[in-house]
């Protein structure tokens, strides 16, 4: 049923410069300090991107381990 043999994440570049890009923007350092504005559904901005970027994450790695170890 697999299409090949399985292969690990760790060895494909774009993994990891995916993995390192979600995990810089799941840090909301580029925001100012202080930051509480503006405010959108109730949530200050950086806590939206925050929830974004982590559902992102989870997408990425779904589709990493469906993809690479077949």
């Not at 930051?35 to 559904?41: F, G, K, L, M």
């Not at 925050?50 to 469906?66: D, E, R």
Request: hydrophobic share 60%; net charge positive.
């Amino acid at each position: 049923m697999a299409s090949g043999p399985a292969r690990e994440p760790a060895k494909s570049p774009v993994f990891w410069v995916v993995w390192l890009l979600l995990i810089l923007f799941s840090v909301p350092w580029y925001f100012p300090s202080g930051t509480y504005e503006p405010v959108v559904a109730g949530l200050p901005l950086w806590v939206l991107t925050i929830m974004i970027v982590s559902v992102l994450y989870a997408i990425f790695i779904t589709v990493s381990a469906h993809k690479f170890w077949r």
